[in-house]
């Protein structure tokens, strides 16, 4: 019994003094992990947290970049048109973009508090020159992780439409 306990014990040492000589092998190999022990007192960041998204950012003044270069909306929305739009940016939209919660792309609810009707007719109907060229569309770009919005190839009434569908979300 002596015997098999002084081989477990003479096993477990071997175990350790090989275990040792590894990290020799892996210094000689060009190989090491040296960690520092982290100060005591982390220094402060002064990276701006008062930075609003873009998808939040207020820009009522811009129309984009495309064909769109006025829209008027009455005061009574359309409720045909507005269905018509729901059916249209749940069969096209909907795979990227959720009512009410960020997604793959932002939220539409709300987005005629923040952009103009233009802008967004023109962020739908020609998101890869938006994307390109105007400066909200490139921050909505980086802010959702570089995912550009596809192109459908709707036309200006289906985004009419949509746009129509947006004035019902609040």
């Not at 000689?28 to 982290?38: C, D, L, N």
């Not at 008062?50 to 939040?56: D, Q």
Request: hydrophobic fraction near 35%.
């Amino acid at each position: 019994m002596k015997t098999i306990q002084k081989g477990i014990g003479l096993l477990f040492v071997i175990a350790l003094i090989s275990c040792g000589g590894k990290d020799k092998e892996k210094k000689e190999e060009g190989f090491s992990v040296q960690r520092k022990k982290a100060p005591t007192e982390q220094p402060v960041e002064t990276t701006s947290t008062n930075e609003v998204k873009a998808s939040e950012r207020v820009d009522m003044t811009t129309k984009g970049v495309g064909p769109i270069k006025s829209v008027e909306l009455p005061d009574e929305i359309d409720q045909t048109m507005a269905a018509n739009g729901k059916e249209v940016y749940d069969q096209m939209c909907l795979a990227c973009h959720r009512v009410g919660k960020k997604f793959i792309g932002p939220a539409p609810n709300g987005v005629l508090e923040r952009r103009t009707p233009e802008w967004v007719m023109n962020m739908i109907l020609n998101p890869q020159e938006m994307v390109q060229q105007d400066p909200l569309a490139k921050d909505l770009l980086q802010e959702f992780n570089g995912s550009p919005m596809s192109n459908q190839g709707l036309t200006e009434d289906q985004a009419r439409a949509i746009l129509e569908y947006f004035r019902t979300l609040k």
